[in-house]
Nanobody, 124 residues
Framework: VQLQASGGGLVQAGGSLRLSCAAS????????LGWFRQPPGKEREFVAA????????YYADFVKGRFAISRDNAENTMYLQMHGLKPEDTAVYYC??????????????????WGQGTQVTVSS
């Protein structure tokens, strides 16, 4: 199983980025998917989750209205569209998959697979 996160980079405050997470080696639509992030010097934290068919989403309060999570089960890919980026959004962003999730309230300890992370840096 492999989750490959990409799309990070350096952007000015107020800018946008779209992260992608390409999956292989798993039955993609059997997994609830999520994005987590780890800001420098801090613990990893939940960002957003999307249901198996993509019909439901859930966000951490600090990204509501700015970020949008989605998935394309035909392409085995998940996305995180980020708008209105702030310097405090600077972090390594990780995608993750949870086979047994019964809700979108994902916990780091319950995730089955992780991507390698992609760096997002927002300059002020």
């Amino acid at each position: 199983v492999q989750l490959q996160a990409s799309g990070g980079g350096l952007v000015q405050a107020g800018g946008s980025l779209r992260l992608s997470c390409a999956a292989s080696g798993l039955t993609f639509d059997s997994y609830v998917l999520g994005w987590f992030r780890q800001p420098p010097g801090k613990e990893r934290e939940f960002v957003a989750a999307v249901s198996r068919r993509g019909g439901s989403t859930y966000y951490a309060d600090f990204v509501k209205g700015r970020f949008a999570i989605s998935r394309d089960n035909a392409e085995n890919t998940m996305y995180l569209q980020m708008h209105g980026l702030k310097p405090e959004d600077t972090a390594v962003y990780y995608c993750a998959a949870d086979w047994s999730a019964r809700s979108l309230l994902l916990a780091e300890k319950d995730m089955d697979y992780w991507g390698q992370g992609t760096q997002v840096t927002v300059s002020s």
